[in-house]
T-cell receptor, first 112, second 112 residues
Framework: DSGVTQTPKHLITATGQRVTLRCSPR?????VYWYQQSLDQGLQFLIQ???????AKGNILERFSAQQFPDLHSELNLSSLELGDSALYFC???????????FGPGTRLLVL | EDKVVQSPLSLVVHEGDTVTLNCSYE??????LLWYKQEKKAPTFLFML????IEKKSGRLSSILDKKELFSILNITATQTGDSAVYLC????????????FGTGTRLTIIP
């Protein structure tokens, strides 16, 4: 158990819908990272927040957005969902911007 | 664009064998190279390497980084069935390129 929690564990929804994935980092960690893992793309970095501010951006679609709240938990919002958004979404956290990242258990999203 | 290439894609060996997994990379402003083990859930951190030529070791697993030739290897000796997993290599940038770029992984299967 890495100490990073993610909810929900599984999510099934329809195309065109919007979902919110939630992540609570390890106690004391200021950085939160979001990743998408699909069968054909492997693990892809989406976005990073550090102490509430966006720090780095990867291959994140415009339909996706994220934020980190004052209590350091983070939410990833996925809108206008498409079949291809079906994937495992991981959150990771680290103590600071350049420390080892520890992964949460992931949220499995299925878009029908 | 940052790039990580792992080889082989898949490896099947008998219990007790020694395996070597390879990772080559290109990254802007290299900071570190990380190895993760992923079974059916979230990636689990194994090693972080930042300096060239220094071997990191944990039990039967060891890893070394060659920053000049831009590659790393992960060795597993006396393999056990519990070592069966996908092994992911990732590189992390620095100074404005602070994100993880993952390779597609090496799937290791240990046959009893």
């Amino acid at each position: 158990d890495s100490g990073v929690t993610q909810t929900p564990k599984h999510l099934i929804t329809a195309t065109g819908q919007r979902v919110t994935l939630r992540c609570s980092p390890r106690s004391g960690d200021l950085s939160v990272y979001w990743y998408q893992q699909s069968l054909d793309q492997g693990l892809q970095f989406l976005i990073q927040y550090y102490n509430g501010e966006e720090r780095a951006k990867g291959n994140i679609l415009e339909r996706f957005s994220a934020q980190q709240f004052p209590d350091l938990h983070s939410e990833l919002n996925l809108s206008s969902l498409e079949l291809g958004d079906s994937a495992l979404y991981f959150c990771a956290s680290s103590v600071d911007r350049l420390a080892t990242q520890y992964f949460g258990p992931g949220t499995r999203l299925l878009v029908l | 664009e940052d790039k990580v290439v792992q080889s082989p894609l898949s490896l099947v060996v008998h219990e007790g064998d020694t395996v070597t997994l390879n990772c080559s990379y290109e990254v802007t402003n290299f900071r570190s190279l990380l190895w993760y083990k992923q079974e059916k859930k979230a990636p689990t951190f194994l090693f972080m390497l930042t300096s060239s030529g220094i071997e990191k070791k944990s039990g039967r697993l060891s890893s070394i980084l060659d920053k000049k030739e831009l590659f790393s290897i992960l060795n597993i000796t006396a393999t056990q069935t519990g070592d069966s997993a996908v092994y992911l290599c990732a590189v992390e940038g620095n100074f404005g390129n602070e994100k993880l770029t993952f390779g597609t992984g090496t799937r290791l299967t240990i046959i009893p």
